[in-house]
């Protein structure tokens, strides 16, 4: 059956969510629910789609759709952004509040987590406010039982007057009943009606003024009710999207205009202002959820939580959180470049092993040395150095990052970073997006939608280029092993070099304080923002599932776009090398044009120029100063690091240039895959732009003041 595109809810900027049915028979069921309760791993389990899980909040930026087969239905389940109310308060609470409230789900299937229900029926009580087609999926009922806490799924569904299922999402079997109770949701025709939370009788008897007009206005196209009270609320974002569902003439129309005013009146005159009435709302939500648990769930062990505020104690404290989490990152490191060298020597001697097969095929048809030069020796051979170097170190390093976030310890570096971000009037969450960045800085922008506040967002975006990517590991690593660790080899040199590593990571991470503390006192000033940042339980760690999806969710993602943009660079670099004017190539020229610019920050004309031609990839940096300095038409690799020093050292390389190189490596501006990144996120060339200046001056700042006060003292 030839499948039909249906637009349903509204979503970020106004645009409508498609939604494929193939019979009109399908039903939607949006799947709500808190941050980090296991409701992009119900999707998963159910859809088979593998959307990315994670054990922090903030995982589903966007609507993510899938199709289950339940028993009666072909179920299209949309996996609503992560949110602790319909009280929006950020881009993503508003898309999820959006779809919900106007996107006209069949169901909603709102999913809670078993160890923190009360918290979490909040929500479900606002959700039941729109609509009674509602499945409460109580999830992580392994984590309850582990922790001795007991709940009443069939006292909890009596009060409510909507089912609650009991769930472990991670076991797929533990679904089959949730299926079943949405079908049954579903098709049920029944007259039982959900609670409704009663609230103080001053904003009940303002509702009452408004409701009558409402429901004759809005013709059951949503709760009258509910739109009573949100009118009241007087929510501007609300607001805009009352007037594209319902019409622009609905908010205009002077009987309902009347009624506001005369029921804001009346609370006026009760003394209750609009911030009032939204803690009055709040409160009453609060107090009700208080009520439904009260016997509904019972703790067995009252500190049940005790062992993750134990350790809470360590990886939290000021005396020792920090130290841990620059241990865990020099162990990172050190696994990564341990574990990457023998992989990405296999990969390398394999991808050149093809370029070899390729050069005879160019022979074989007889094709002209320059087609040959360019698509192998330079496109090709491009290609094959950017894989052979970004895969195994990412293959390792995204796996390892994810383990640290399925285990619940990311949200907790982001409590740490709390406090340091907060001084430069920027978001905590800030330090989630920079760990991001260690794997790639354009993972890292995107990761930034996790911030609500669209200053510190910015913030957030412009400086992420100071943690250096895994595209600038190469060059970091190389120099330090060369010309500060030796090219001995061995476990203590490569231990050695992540220590010393880390300690440059340091300073990137120092710079990204000090750059969004001056863009917080001018560009982009402010106060920070508050915000609810949930430290979930430890978990044991889904290693198989983690390992395959960073894989396939980050690696690969990252990788693609690399070589999108490696491609036309390779091409680039092999004319600048081939085409000569006079005795030299464009490529010397250009060398020897910026060497006098050059020698003042440290460097020469050779480095620099291999970082302007290395803005696609920065992988691509120290191959083409040893093109450049061999005076070769492609891309070389040394047989050895001892070979490489030679190399630079004969070239007039010093400690001095080492560091300069090393500066400049952890500062300069972004790769082209990550500005494309930045510009499709901000939906500006200015902030693009700006994020690609910023990181630039500081490099070339960094450098000259390294390189002139180095000079005085040699």
């Not at 609300?238 to 002077?254: A, K, M, Y």
């Not at 960073?550 to 090398?577: C, H, Q």
């Given at each position: 059956?030839?499948?039909?595109?249906?637009?349903?809810?509204?979503?970020?900027?106004?645009?409508?969510?498609?939604?494929?049915?193939?019979?009109?028979?399908?039903?939607?069921?949006?799947?709500?629910?808190?941050?980090?309760?296991?409701?992009?791993?119900?999707?998963?389990?159910?859809?088979?789609?593998?959307?990315?899980?994670?054990?922090?909040?903030?995982?589903?930026?966007?609507?993510?759709?899938?199709?289950?087969?339940?028993?009666?239905?072909?179920?299209?389940?949309?996996?609503?952004?992560?949110?602790?109310?319909?009280?929006?308060?950020?881009?993503?609470?508003?898309?999820?509040?959006?779809?919900?409230?106007?996107?006209?789900?069949?169901?909603?299937?709102?999913?809670?987590?078993?160890?923190?229900?009360?918290?979490?029926?909040?929500?479900?009580?606002?959700?039941?406010?729109?609509?009674?087609?509602?499945?409460?999926?109580?999830?992580?009922?392994?984590?309850?039982?582990?922790?001795?806490?007991?709940?009443?799924?069939?006292?909890?569904?009596?009060?409510?007057?909507?089912?609650?299922?009991?769930?472990?999402?991670?076991?797929?079997?533990?679904?089959?009943?949730?299926?079943?109770t949405m079908d049954a949701v579903l098709d049920s025709s029944s007259s039982?009606?959900?609670l409704k939370v009663t609230y103080p009788q001053e904003i009940e008897d303002?509702?009452?003024?408004?409701?009558?007009?409402?429901?004759?206005?809005?013709?059951?196209?949503?709760?009258?009710?509910?739109?009573?009270?949100?009118?009241?609320?007087?929510?501007?974002?609300?607001?805009?999207?009352?007037?594209?569902?319902?019409?622009?003439?609905?908010?205009?129309?002077?009987?309902?205009?009347?009624?506001?005013?005369?029921?804001?009146?009346?609370?006026?005159?009760?003394?209750?202002?609009?911030?009032?009435?939204?803690?009055?709302?709040?409160?009453?939500?609060?107090?009700?959820?208080?009520?439904?648990?009260?016997?509904?769930?019972?703790?067995?062990?009252?500190?049940?939580?005790?062992?993750?505020?134990?350790?809470?104690?360590?990886?939290?404290?000021?005396?020792?959180?920090?130290?841990?989490?620059?241990?865990?990152?020099?162990?990172?490191?050190?696994?990564?470049?341990?574990?990457?060298?023998?992989?990405?020597?296999?990969?390398?001697?394999?991808?050149?092993?093809?370029?070899?097969?390729?050069?005879?095929?160019?022979?074989?048809?007889?094709?002209?040395?320059?087609?040959?030069?360019?698509?192998?020796?330079?496109?090709?051979?491009?290609?094959?150095?950017?894989?052979?170097?970004?895969?195994?170190?990412?293959?390792?390093?995204?796996?390892?990052?994810?383990?640290?976030?399925?285990?619940?310890?990311?949200?907790?570096?982001?409590?740490?970073?709390?406090?340091?971000?907060?001084?430069?009037?920027?978001?905590?969450?800030?330090?989630?997006?920079?760990?991001?960045?260690?794997?790639?800085?354009?993972?890292?922008?995107?990761?930034?939608?996790?911030?609500?506040?669209?200053?510190?967002?910015?913030?957030?975006?412009?400086?992420?280029?100071?943690?250096?990517?895994?595209?600038?590991?190469?060059?970091?690593?190389?120099?330090?092993?060369?010309?500060?660790?030796?090219?001995?080899?061995?476990?203590?040199?490569?231990?050695?070099?992540?220590?010393?590593?880390?300690?440059?990571?340091?300073?990137?991470?120092?710079?990204?304080?000090?750059?969004?503390?001056?863009?917080?006192?001018?560009?982009?000033?402010?106060?920070?923002?508050?915000?609810?940042?949930?430290?979930?339980?430890?978990?044991?760690?889904?290693?198989?599932?983690?390992?395959?999806?960073?894989?396939?969710?980050?690696?690969?993602?990252?990788?693609?776009?690399?070589?999108?943009?490696?491609?036309?660079?390779?091409?680039?670099?092999?004319?600048?090398?081939?085409?000569?004017?006079?005795?030299?190539?464009?490529?010397?020229?250009?060398?020897?044009?910026?060497?006098?610019?050059?020698?003042?920050?440290?460097?020469?004309?050779?480095?620099?120029?291999?970082?302007?031609?290395?803005?696609?990839?920065?992988?691509?940096?120290v191959p083409i100063i040893i093109m450049t300095y061999m005076a070769q038409?492609?891309?070389?690799?040394?047989?050895?690091?001892?070979?490489?020093?030679?190399?630079?050292?004969?070239?007039?390389?010093?400690?001095?240039?080492?560091?300069?190189?090393?500066?400049?490596?952890?500062?300069?501006?972004?790769?082209?895959?990550?500005?494309?990144?930045?510009?499709?996120?901000?939906?500006?060339?200015?902030?693009?732009?700006?994020?690609?200046?910023?990181?630039?001056?500081?490099?070339?700042?960094?450098?000259?003041?390294?390189?002139?006060?180095?000079?005085?003292?040699?």
């Amino acid at each position: 059956m030839e499948a039909t595109t249906e637009t349903l809810g509204v979503c970020e900027g106004g645009v409508g969510l498609e939604i494929r049915r193939t019979s009109p028979e399908d039903k939607v069921v949006a799947l709500a629910g808190n941050p980090n309760v296991g409701k992009s791993t119900v999707f998963n389990s159910l859809t088979g789609m593998n959307q990315h899980t994670g054990n922090w909040p903030g995982k589903t930026v966007t609507n993510a759709q899938g199709v289950c087969q339940s028993d009666a239905h072909t179920l299209i389940l949309v996996d609503i952004p992560g949110t602790y109310s319909l009280m929006a308060h950020s881009a993503e609470e508003e898309v999820a509040r959006n779809f919900l409230c106007f996107g006209e789900p069949d169901a909603v299937t709102v999913v809670c987590d078993a160890t923190c229900l009360e918290r979490n029926l909040n929500l479900v009580l606002q959700i039941l406010e729109i609509t009674p087609k509602v499945v409460v999926c109580v999830n992580l009922m392994d984590e309850a039982k582990r922790k001795q806490i007991k709940i009443d799924l069939a006292g909890l569904s009596e009060k409510l007057g909507v089912p609650v299922v009991g769930t472990t999402a991670r076991k797929k079997r533990s679904l089959s009943q949730l299926t079943r109770t949405m079908d049954a949701v579903l098709d049920s025709s029944s007259s039982r009606r959900p609670l409704k939370v009663t609230y103080p009788q001053e904003i009940e008897d303002a509702v009452a003024i408004v409701e009558p007009v409402v429901r004759e206005k809005a013709g059951g196209q949503i709760d009258s009710r509910w739109l009573s009270l949100k009118l009241l609320d007087q929510d501007p974002s609300l607001v805009v999207e009352i007037r594209r569902f319902l019409g622009e003439d609905f908010l205009e129309d002077p009987r309902l205009a009347d009624a506001l005013n005369r029921a804001q009146q009346e609370l006026n005159e009760q003394g209750i202002t609009a911030d009032k009435m939204k803690d009055m709302v709040v409160s009453s939500l609060v107090l009700t959820a208080e009520a439904l648990c009260k016997d509904t769930v019972t703790y067995k062990k009252e500190v049940y939580n005790n062992r993750d505020r134990r350790i809470d104690q360590i990886l939290t404290s000021k005396w020792t959180g920090y130290p841990i989490m620059l241990c865990l990152l020099a162990v990172v490191f050190w696994l990564t470049i341990t574990g990457a060298n023998y992989p990405s020597q296999l990969l390398s001697n394999f991808l050149f092993w093809v370029q070899d097969q390729l050069t005879r095929l160019f022979q074989f048809f007889g094709a002209p040395d320059w087609l040959h030069g360019m698509l192998v020796l330079g496109v090709y051979r491009v290609l094959a150095w950017v894989v052979s170097v970004m895969l195994p170190p990412m293959a390792i390093f995204f796996p390892l990052f994810t383990l640290l976030e399925d285990a619940g310890y990311l949200p907790r570096i982001a409590y740490n970073l709390d406090k340091p971000f907060k001084r430069c009037n920027a978001c905590g969450k800030q330090a989630l997006t920079m760990c991001m960045g260690f794997g790639c800085n354009a993972a890292g922008v995107i990761g930034c939608r996790i911030i609500d506040s669209p200053r510190e967002r910015l913030l957030a975006i412009i400086t992420n280029n100071f943690v250096p990517c895994n595209g600038r590991f190469p060059t970091l690593i190389a120099i330090l092993t060369m010309f500060f660790i030796g090219t001995m080899g061995g476990v203590f040199s490569s231990l050695r070099c992540a220590l010393l590593l880390t300690v440059v990571i340091v300073l990137g991470i120092g710079m990204t304080f000090l750059v969004t503390k001056l863009l917080s006192q001018t560009v982009l000033k402010g106060i920070p923002s508050s915000y609810t940042l949930e430290l979930p339980p430890y978990r044991r760690p889904q290693i198989g599932r983690v390992i395959v999806r960073s894989i396939f969710d980050r690696t690969l993602f990252v990788l693609k776009r690399a070589i999108v943009v490696a491609a036309p660079a390779g091409l680039l670099i092999w004319l600048m090398a081939n085409i000569t004017v006079g005795e030299a190539s464009i490529l010397n020229h250009c060398a020897d044009f910026l060497d006098p610019f050059a020698k003042l920050l440290g460097l020469d004309g050779v480095i620099l120029i291999a970082f302007i031609l290395g803005l696609p990839a920065n992988e691509i940096v120290v191959p083409i100063i040893i093109m450049t300095y061999m005076a070769q038409g492609s891309l070389l690799e040394m047989e050895s690091l001892t070979a490489m020093k030679q190399l630079f050292v004969d070239n007039g390389w010093t400690w001095v240039t080492a560091i300069s190189t090393m500066l400049f490596s952890l500062m300069h501006w972004p790769c082209s895959t990550t500005l494309i990144t930045i510009k499709k996120e901000t939906g500006s060339f200015k902030w693009a732009a700006l994020a690609f200046a910023i990181p630039t001056v500081s490099g070339l700042a960094a450098c000259f003041l390294f390189a002139s006060a180095a000079r005085l003292f040699i």
